[in-house]
């Protein structure tokens, strides 16, 4: 679990995140949604500890990130998988050298164990045939599943994943939304990504925290979502009329179900 209490972040006499609490949930996967500009990536970066917050806390499983002296914060980037927008694979690597390459700087063990290490990852996200090809021979697909066994191949407690989706076909990208929730159920992993992918939203989103100029405007599931009276989300979720046809239908198949009581006393919580 990732607790964020009241971080802001400026730069200059801008202030881009103006006071965010949060829970990212273990287990979960956990979307960071918003618009262009909102502060996701700013968000990101401070809790991975790529950019110093001015004030507030950050807690990995209780442990204050923002207080620890930079011994205790490299014992937790160890825990932390990256999975980054385009993949970024080194074109000069076989498949199976770049899922190795975390195992080489920070790994423990012998070549042979670090080797089977890197063959069960390749085999968990399927691409065991593919472990002797360079990047320039996969798809992007391919690609993304390689950055994704390079991501776990430590057996991260936090996945951090950066637009996972962009530049793949929808089909695709389902495929990688299901991989990275699979993932992150078999291992407890607390797993926070930042997309603007509406499929992700509504197919993987547990918990889902809006962003607006700098602030949490929202936090639901993706169930709530289609209960939800906050008019910006809505305005950014079901921004075309096609959707907000979508959206009617849904509540009233689930109003029909009878699964609606539950979500109108949640709503009756909603802002
Ligand atoms: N290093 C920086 N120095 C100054 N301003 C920055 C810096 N990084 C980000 N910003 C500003 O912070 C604001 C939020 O940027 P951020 O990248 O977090 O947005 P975002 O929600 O991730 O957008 P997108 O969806 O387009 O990636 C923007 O106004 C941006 O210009």
């Not at 930079?70 to 080194?90: P, V, Y």
């Not at 809006?210 to 009276?229: A, H, L, R, T």
């Amino acid at each position: 679990m990732i607790e964020l209490q009241d971080i802001r972040k400026s730069f200059g006499d801008k202030e881009i995140l103006k006071g965010v609490s949060a829970v990212m949930e273990s287990g979960k996967v956990n979307l960071i949604i918003g618009s262009s500009g909102s502060g996701k990536t700013v968000m990101m970066k401070c809790i991975v500890g790529l950019m110093k917050v001015n004030s507030g806390r950050i807690l990995y499983d209780n442990q204050d990130f923002t207080a620890m002296d930079d011994k205790a914060k490299k014992t937790i980037r160890q825990e932390i998988g990256m999975l980054f927008q385009g993949s970024a694979l080194f074109d000069s690597m076989t498949v199976e050298q770049n899922v190795m390459f975390p195992l080489d700087m920070f790994g423990t063990g012998t070549l042979r164990e670090k080797k089977h290490r890197v063959a069960e990852c390749l085999e968990r996200v399927q691409l065991k045939d593919a472990a002797k090809k360079f990047p320039a021979e996969i798809s992007g697909g391919m690609k993304k599943r390689v950055g994704i066994a390079r991501a776990i191949v430590l057996n991260p407690k936090y996945l951090f994943c950066d637009e996972p989706n962009s530049g793949l076909d929808p089909q695709t990208s389902l495929l990688i939304d299901k991989l990275i929730t699979s993932l992150t159920k078999e291992y407890n992993i607390t797993t926070v990504i930042n997309t603007h992918d509406m499929n992700t939203v509504m197919e993987s989103g547990d918990k889902i925290v809006y962003m607006y100029q700098g602030v949490k405007q929202w936090e639901g599931s993706n169930k709530d979502i289609v209960f939800s009276k906050d008019q910006k989300l809505n305005d950014f979720i079901f921004a075309s009329e096609f959707l907000r046809e979508a959206k009617e239908i849904r509540q009233l198949e689930m109003f029909k179900d009878g699964k609606w009581r539950d979500q109108l006393k949640k709503e009756q919580g909603d802002k």
